[in-house]
């Protein structure tokens, strides 16, 4: 037995020329014309066409690093009908106190706590270290209560 006289068990068998005449004429069994019945042909998908629909907005892509506002200190925000419905006559609202009570989140807290005017307040609060919208300035004063800091 030498190389040469080797032959395989089973025989090769050649895919069938197409395209060329004969029985599969036209379109070759690729079944159209055009692009579709090409070599190597590719379409685009069709998800691609919608996303290059889309609007493109700046502030969250590759520019994001100088378009979002990164210093921005987030603020807690509490209403007054919080307060008038957690605090007693006399107490005094602080930070603290809004974290002890769990009005505000310790992280949003420790940045700082803004009252906002949404509500009414019959008692006379004691303010201690908080931001103030106008409107829950004047509803605290009118109300009877202090405010320091």
């Not at 895919?15 to 004429?25: I, L, T």
């Not at 070759?28 to 069709?46: L, N």
């Not at 803004?114 to 829950?136: E, F, M, N, R, W």
């Amino acid at each position: 037995m030498q190389l040469h006289t080797l032959t395989p068990v089973t025989k090769t068998r050649k895919s069938a020329p197409v395209g060329r005449g004969g029985r599969r004429g036209k379109t070759s069994g690729r079944g159209t014309k055009g692009q579709k019945a090409r070599a190597g042909h590719k379409i685009r998908p069709e998800a691609r066409d919608l996303i290059k629909k889309l609007p493109k907005r700046r502030g969250h892509g590759k520019n994001r690093s100088r378009t979002v506002r990164t210093n921005r200190v987030s603020v807690a925000a509490v209403n007054l009908a919080v307060l008038e419905a957690a605090y007693a006559a006399g107490e005094t609202v602080s930070p603290v106190t809004l974290l002890e009570k769990g009005l505000v989140r310790r992280r949003e807290g420790a940045r700082g706590v803004k009252i906002l005017g949404t509500g009414t307040l019959t008692k006379a609060l004691v303010i201690d270290a908080c931001a103030l919208s106008a409107a829950a300035r004047a509803a605290i004063t009118a109300a009877g209560g202090t405010i320091h800091g």
